[in-house]
């Protein structure tokens, strides 16, 4: 909601500065969305009036008009709006004006037409966000008069009100919450509540949904502009000025935060009653659409027909026009919900209902009816009747309660004094009963029907003590890091590294079914006393058969390529030992999509795995052949000279079942206890300012022997220029009978480098021969020249 800082200063004072009331409110749960600034403050910009209009003599939709701007002289404007006529005053721009955005107003020719300036609409002075025509001023403006002594400059708070917050649905509300923070004196409305009597001409047959109503009839009403003032007051916080009567329903509501609702009482026929509406019954509103109806909507209603939606819009065929000499002023208390769920049905909200569904002060309604009896009878003459008629009872205000002092200080964690607590609640209107030192009792005011708890006063208590004075406390402790933080933090690396290599995360059971006992990766199981089913019978001892009916899952799917892991615990014989595992799985293509070059598709193999492997960061890996039943190609993975794990093709045994119609990649490694060893910390390396120097070595080596252990010969000299050695080119089986027997041909690509200068051939020569040497008295190889 917008409010006015100059409407917000009759009733309070100000602190100086906006940012600090800003701050103020905000610290206090009343956020500030949005600060702007209004006003028409420009010069050249003045009052003129239009005394004569014509059509454009070259265009249908302009039309030239002679206005008065009180210089003396008449002045000619070509104009685009039809919403004057002649007779009415509107802002003129001045040649020399210059209007927002830069826009500069000079004279010129419309279509052949002279236009000694521009009449400007609201939206062209920044006075609205959109117009429709000019901005028609009120009647009361003087000719010739700065268009800023009309809108003088005023600050606009974007205000965020919560939803219990209602009482703050007003610039009387609001200022009364600054005065309450700011401790600055409020004044006081001098409204008096008017006599009243139950008629029957108001009748409620739906008291339920509408607990009190109240019309008051006023005669001699005339219907016109309203006064600057007003028009000002409704212009600055974003509402249009429609005419006299309807601007003073909107400007006590938002005043006071009681919507208002003035019929034409010639259009209405017999008396008033507030009744459901029948199912199906449609209703014309203000807005000029007609609305269907159901039986739990609440209408306003005469003798014939509906004349309002209950709390939402009134009426087409009874609203007031320049013809009403008589009005009936409709002020009411509605049931919050049922309005709520009528503008919500019907698409229709209205600021009548955003008020309404919130709940509005019931100690406001016959002061709020008054103050828009007496600003009628200043405003458009009229002569009220002396009685307001009603019906139905006002809803009880809030019972009141106890404050006890010490569970303020307990709950806030600081020290309160008792008169301190006592001047801020009487500062938010509160009335105090009576107490003791240790406990107090208080009055709720109507306007706060969100107060119902101990702890809401104490949350008042709080807002203007300031929650910044509150000193915070520590009740966390310190931690030293433990062995689970570090597994913790490991296996999500490991779990990184996986899905970045495109690997999905499996979860399985810990429990296998009886058909995994036996033999393959079911073997020594501990079996379970009591299982639940028969495929939970088990401990699993491998992650193996998990993952396997995964993939039985995904193929079964459709699925072409299927990568998947698992770390979790697996159990073994006798008493079901804990280990921490991780599995990977791989089968079908490379790549799931067909390649963009048309290529064939390459399958998934034995290199993936290894690959794969080698990311989890578990320091240098070794495999090594060996053989087991449930593999058709199986390596024993070492790390150093232990153990960790497997990791081969996995057997059609177990392949088959799973329905895999492509070979199944299979490792399943056990996860270190000791996490500091697999924490690698990360150096930077500048980038190399001087060249490599490459040298190829080609060798037929017995079968028998290793990469690994060419690799380790190659490097375990410590040659200092040495910085790189790569395999290229492996040629082994069957078709390398030329390479003499029981031999593989190999071919590495050593790299040469000194990060202080540039090598010269004869250093990398003479250490490329020393490294050829080592190859021959280490391993016994044949070097290919």
């Not at 509406?277 to 209603?301: C, H, S, V, W």
């Not at 009426?315 to 049922?338: C, H, K, M, W």
């Amino acid at each position: 909601m917008k409010f006015s800082l100059n409407w917000l200063g009759e009733f309070v004072e100000l602190p100086n500065d906006t940012a600090t009331l800003a701050e103020l409110l905000t610290l206090a749960g009343v956020e500030i969305e949005g600060i702007e600034k209004r006003g028409a403050n420009f010069e050249h910009v003045v009052v003129a009036q239009i005394n004569a209009s014509t059509e454009h003599p070259n265009a249908d939709r302009l039309s030239v008009c002679q206005v008065d701007d009180g210089s003396g002289q008449p002045r000619q404007i070509v104009c685009g709006a039809k919403n004057y006529k002649v007779g009415d005053k509107v802002p003129l721009a001045l040649p020399g004006a210059v209007l927002p955005n830069d826009f500069k107003i000079k004279a010129s020719k419309l279509r052949g037409v002279e236009s000694q300036g521009m009449l400007c609409s609201a939206k062209e002075l920044a006075l609205a966000e959109d117009s429709a025509g000019l901005l028609i001023l009120s009647p009361e403006a003087k000719i010739g008069a700065p268009i800023g002594e009309l809108f003088p400059n005023d600050t606009i708070l974007d205000v965020e009100i919560t939803p219990n917050r209602a009482d703050l649905l007003s610039h009387y509300g609001l200022a009364r919450e600054i005065a309450a923070l700011t401790q600055k004196p409020l004044r006081k409305l001098e409204i008096a509540e008017p006599a009243t009597r139950e008629r029957a001409e108001v009748q409620i047959s739906a008291p339920n949904e509408c607990p009190f109503y109240s019309a008051r009839r006023i005669e001699n009403v005339t219907v016109g502009s309203s006064p600057a003032w007003l028009r000002a007051k409704l212009e600055a916080v974003g509402l249009r000025s429609v005419n006299n009567v309807v601007d003073i329903t909107n400007f006590v509501m938002l005043e006071l935060g009681q919507p208002l609702h003035a019929f034409d009482a010639a259009k209405l026929t017999g008396g008033i009653n507030v009744r459901l509406a029948r199912p199906n019954e449609k209703f014309l509103a203000l807005d000029g659409r007609t609305y269907q109806l159901d039986e739990k909507m609440l209408l306003i209603a005469d003798a014939e027909r509906a004349v309002g939606i209950g709390g939402v819009m009134g009426g087409d065929e009874s609203g007031v026009t320049e013809a009403t000499r008589a009005i009936v002023l409709e002020s009411a208390y509605f049931q919050p919900s049922n309005i709520r769920r009528t503008a919500r049905e019907l698409n229709l909200p209205s600021d009548a209902s955003y008020r309404f569904e919130r709940g509005v002060d019931p100690g406001m309604i016959l002061r709020a009816s008054a103050r828009a009896t007496q600003l009628l009878q200043e405003i458009a003459g009229g002569a009220p009747a002396n009685e307001t008629v009603v019906a139905g009872i006002l809803p009880a205000p809030p019972t009141g309660f106890s404050l006890r002092y010490a569970r303020c200080s307990q709950l806030l964690g600081t020290a309160v004094l008792p008169s301190e607590a006592d001047r801020i609640l009487e500062g938010f209107g509160l009335e105090k009963l009576g107490g003791t030192i240790e406990q107090a009792t208080w009055k709720i005011p109507s306007y706060r029907a969100d107060l119902r708890r101990e702890v809401d006063l104490i949350e008042e208590v709080v807002r203007v003590f300031g929650i910044n004075r509150i000193e915070g406390s520590n009740r966390s402790c310190f931690s030293a890091v433990s062995s689970a933080d570090r597994r913790y933090d490991f296996e999500s690396k490991l779990r990184q590294r996986l899905a970045a290599r495109g690997f999905c995360e499996a979860r399985t059971s810990a429990l296998v079914g009886r058909e995994s006992l036996g033999g393959g990766f079911g073997e020594g199981a501990v079996e379970l006393r009591n299982p639940l089913s028969e495929d939970h019978v088990a401990l699993r001892p491998s992650l193996v058969p998990g993952l396997l009916g995964a993939l039985e899952r995904n193929v079964r799917a459709g699925a072409k390529s299927v990568r998947l892991f698992e770390i979790g615990r697996a159990f073994f014989p006798p008493d079901g030992a804990e280990a921490r595992r991780v599995a990977l799985l791989l089968s079908g293509q490379a790549e799931s999509q067909a390649n963009w070059r048309g290529g064939r598709a390459r399958p998934l193999d034995l290199f993936d795995l290894k690959g794969a492997l080698e990311a989890l960061g578990l320091g240098s890996l070794r495999l090594e052949r060996s053989e087991s039943p449930n593999f058709a190609l199986v390596t024993n993975v070492f790390s150093e000279k232990r153990q960790i794990g497997v990791a081969g093709q996995v057997s059609s045994a177990h392949a088959a079942p799973a329905g895999a119609t492509a070979p199944v990649f299979l490792a399943e490694l056990n996860l270190p206890n000791d996490f500091e060893i697999t924490t690698q910390t990360r150096r930077f390396q500048d980038l190399q300012r001087f060249p490599s120097i490459t040298r190829d070595i080609a060798l037929f080596a017995p079968e028998s022997i290793t990469h690994a252990a060419i690799l380790s010969s190659l490097t375990s000299g410590s040659e200092p220029l040495l910085v790189e050695v790569e395999l290229f080119d492996l040629f082994s089986g069957k078709g390398s009978a030329d390479s003499g027997g029981d031999r593989k041909s190999l071919a590495y690509s050593l790299t040469y480098r000194d990060k202080n200068r540039t090598l010269t051939s004869d250093e990398v020569n003479a250490a490329h021969d020393r490294i050829r040497e080592r190859l021959r008295s280490e391993l016994g190889v044949e070097l290919r020249e």
